[in-house]
């Protein structure tokens, strides 16, 4: 077969997309409780918007983003997004509510682009299920989100980790960043290449670059750089998750590396992933929405990444399987179109039914009604026809009983767990 699907891209069948769906359900629902608004916004932006938002020193910016010129637009260069919060700050501001109405809570789902490497949990499309939190500054916003991802992983039964850092603001970073530098400077023979470009261009990446190896221990700690304000906020949050009893773990070496980020930044590890284990990532981003043009207000925001959820999901075997309830079996024509009208009104009673062909000979459907996890069979001929009854097989237990239809009904429905 030569037209198979690109690298990096996947086609989600069944389960696996059963498994993204239930992701996101269980969030739109708990989202729903904390009063989150959904925005939609367009998959194709202007590929400046990236590069005014994320900077030319992403990663995602600078190597992974889909980009063309799009004929149409006056050779306008366009990006497929790779990520939702640009798009969703533009709209934002485009709509006027830096200044009319500051104050929003939005969320955005759908798929992302980006050209990396693909390995397990790591794919060139992918879904994110994001929130972003506009006119809020103060603390109590940060950990209401992150209490709500706290109820969004434990309605979902994935063991998770959480951890949490404050980075500082515009007032006590540049020291940070300086410190950075200066350790770089100093372990330079024990950095990568990759790292030795961070040190002048994006020295907080340094923490990014080699996370789990020995190298950043003697990095300087974003803690204790902390100014008055940015401590007194972070102190607060801590605060607020214990009140909750939400469990995280402060992790000192947690960075966001672009300058907009402030303050509160957050990861959630799922187990079962393997090196792809962040399943949300998140922070604070007080200076974002001036950067792109807009008011000076406050924001904090975070993105689910739905594809790995679903694989922790069912890592951890929480996917619950949807078979159907009964399988319906006709014979002859008479009694098909009888047994759609059965069909339909066993449905109505909120039962999963799927109608087998009336093509095939009965032991063929009786395999296939097992097959597909039907806990009954009900059969349909001439004869049940006119008499207004079904044959109702467990196919559990291998018994087989005449009933009327109003009676097939509550008894399949009785032998739901
Ligand atoms: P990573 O360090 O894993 O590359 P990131 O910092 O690029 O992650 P973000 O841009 O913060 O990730 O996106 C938020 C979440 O989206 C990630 O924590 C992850 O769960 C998910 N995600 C990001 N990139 C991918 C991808 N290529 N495939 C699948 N999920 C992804
Ligand atoms: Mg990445």
Request: aromatic letters at 8%.
């Given at each position: 077969m030569e037209l198979t699907r690109l690298r990096g891209f996947r086609d989600l069948i069944a389960a696996d997309a059963r498994a993204m769906s239930l992701v996101e359900e269980r969030a739109r629902a708990i989202f729903d409780r904390y009063s989150i608004k959904e925005i939609r916004i367009p998959v194709l932006e202007r590929a400046q918007l990236y590069q005014r938002s994320s900077g030319e020193t992403s990663d995602v910016v600078e190597k992974?983003?889909?980009?063309?010129?799009?004929?149409?637009?006056?050779?306008?260069?366009?990006?497929?997004?790779?990520?939702?919060?640009?798009?969703?700050?533009?709209a934002y501001i485009e709509a006027g509510l830096d200044r009319t109405d500051p104050e929003q809570r939005f969320f955005y789902?759908?798929?992302?682009?980006?050209?990396?490497?693909?390995?397990?949990?790591?794919?060139?499309?992918?879904?994110?299920?994001?929130?972003?939190?506009?006119?809020?500054?103060?603390?109590?916003?940060d950990a209401e989100l992150l209490i709500m991802i706290d109820e969004l992983c434990r309605d979902l039964k994935v063991p998770f980790t959480m951890e949490i850092n404050s980075i500082g603001d515009q007032k006590c970073r540049p020291a940070f960043r300086e410190a950075l530098v200066k350790w770089g400077r100093a372990h330079w023979d024990e950095l990568d290449e990759d790292c030795h470009n961070r040190i002048d261009r994006n020295p907080l990446r340094l923490?990014?670059?080699?996370?789990?190896?020995?190298?950043?221990?003697?990095?300087?700690n974003s803690l204790d750089f902390l100014c008055d304000e940015c401590r007194a906020h972070f102190?607060?949050?801590?605060?607020?998750?214990?009140?909750?009893?939400?469990?995280?773990?402060?992790n000192p070496r947690m960075v966001r590396g672009l300058d907009y980020y402030t303050r509160t930044a957050f990861e959630v590890m799922a187990g079962g992933l393997g090196a792809q284990s962040t399943v949300v990532a998140g922070g604070r981003y007080d200076g974002l929405v001036e950067t792109m043009g807009g008011a000076a207000v406050a924001g904090i925001g975070f993105a689910i990444g739905v594809d790995r959820m679903a694989l922790a999901l069912e890592a951890a075997g929480e996917l619950p399987t949807v078979t159907p309830d009964a399988a319906i079996i006709s014979m002859g024509a008479a009694a098909t179109r009888h047994a759609v009208v059965v069909a339909r009104s066993l449905r109505g009673a909120n039962l999963n039914i799927e109608m087998l062909s009336p093509e095939r000979k009965m032991k063929t459907l009786l395999a296939r009604a097992s097959k597909i996890g039907a806990r009954f069979a009900v059969i349909i001929g001439d004869d049940e026809l006119a008499r207004?009854?079904?044959q109702l097989r467990d196919l559990k237990q291998s018994t087989q009983r005449?009933?009327?239809?109003?009676?097939?009904?509550?008894?399949?429905?009785?032998?739901?767990?």
């Open positions: 992974q983003m889909y980009t063309f010129t799009d004929r149409d637009e006056g050779e306008t260069v366009v990006a497929i997004r790779p990520e939702g919060t640009p798009g969703v700050v533009r789902s759908g798929p992302m682009f980006r050209r990396e490497r693909p390995q397990k949990g790591r794919y060139r499309q992918f879904y994110q299920f994001g929130v972003e939190v506009f006119g809020r500054q103060d603390a109590a916003c923490l990014d670059c080699k996370r789990d190896a020995k190298v950043t221990e003697s990095a300087p102190d607060i949050v801590k605060e607020l998750l214990t009140a909750a009893s939400v469990q995280y773990v402060v207004g009854v079904v005449e009933v009327g239809e109003a009676e097939a009904a509550a008894l399949i429905a009785g032998a739901r767990g």
